[in-house]
């Protein structure tokens, strides 16, 4: 008796180390545009492409592309996006109000919410975020890169090919989301 006891002990412990543990949902952030602590205008190219949750690979699909205009002040975030010669998003963040305008085929899933939560992600200073997140978050800095984890699992990266970190490319990998983001920025005269 005590080994049938056993074993089922044994097999409910081994049945509980298999339960897939809920993936949390990245936090929206709404950070004033002053917590950024620069003036910035920058001509983006953005690349989005999906990307499987083994190895990283594309998933298939082409990578969408579209240019941007991104100006960041201590007042105001605004976002211009353009593709084949229209703007197809606008979006401006005050620190109170996000109002967008979107072009009737830009696909539902492009947010204006997100896009402010991954332009804060890849340039805001980590002191800002990490005061902003919710419990269990935290934000992880060194040299080139960047990560924003949830109990000290990474579920975002962003590595950092220049200094400052607006000043070239970013690239923004979605561990939960499944995305990859490549930012290509040039600054504008007068940065």
Same mark, same amino acid.
């Given at each position: 008796?005590?080994?049938?006891?056993?074993?089922?002990?044994?097999?409910?412990?081994?049945?509980?180390?298999?339960?897939?543990?809920?993936?949390?949902?990245?936090?929206?952030?709404?950070?004033?545009?002053?917590?950024?602590?620069?003036?910035?205008?920058?001509?983006?190219?953005?690349?989005?492409?999906?990307?499987?949750?083994?190895?990283?690979?594309?998933?298939?699909?082409?990578?969408?592309?579209?240019?941007?205009?991104?100006?960041?002040?201590?007042? %105001?975030? +605004?976002?211009?996006?353009?593709?084949? &010669?229209?703007?197809? =998003?606008?979006?401006?963040?005050? *620190?109170?109000? !996000? $109002?967008?305008?979107?072009?009737?085929?830009?696909?539902?899933?492009?947010?204006?919410?997100?896009?402010?939560?991954?332009?804060?992600?890849?340039?805001?200073?980590?002191?800002?975020?990490?005061?902003?997140?919710?419990?269990?978050?935290?934000?992880?800095?060194?040299?080139?890169?960047?990560?924003?984890?949830?109990?000290?699992?990474?579920?975002?990266?962003? %590595?950092? +090919?220049?200094?400052?970190?607006?000043? &070239?490319?970013?690239? =923004?990998?979605?561990?939960?989301? *499944?995305?990859? !983001? $490549?930012?290509?920025?040039?600054?504008?005269?007068?940065?």
């Amino acid at each position: 008796m005590r080994r049938v006891t056993a074993l089922l002990l044994l097999l409910c412990l081994s049945a509980c180390v298999n339960v897939p543990q809920a993936q949390p949902a990245l936090p929206r952030l709404q950070l004033a545009p002053s917590a950024f602590g620069s003036n910035v205008s920058l001509a983006q190219r953005l690349t989005l492409e999906k990307v499987s949750d083994q190895a990283r690979l594309p998933r298939g699909g082409m990578p969408r592309s579209l240019d941007a205009q991104l100006e960041i002040d201590t007042e %105001t975030v +605004q976002l211009a996006g353009f593709a084949l &010669g229209q703007r197809i =998003l606008t979006l401006s963040w005050n *620190g109170n109000a !996000l $109002t967008s305008q979107r072009h009737p085929l830009l696909p539902a899933e492009v947010e204006a919410e997100t896009i402010l939560r991954d332009v804060q992600l890849v340039y805001w200073p980590a002191s800002s975020l990490n005061a902003a997140l919710p419990a269990g978050w935290r934000v992880v800095d060194a040299a080139r890169q960047r990560s924003l984890q949830f109990e000290g699992r990474p579920l975002l990266t962003i %590595t950092y +090919q220049a200094e400052p970190r607006w000043a &070239g490319r970013a690239e =923004l990998d979605n561990l939960l989301e *499944g995305y990859r !983001l $490549t930012i290509d920025s040039t600054p504008q005269t007068g940065q």
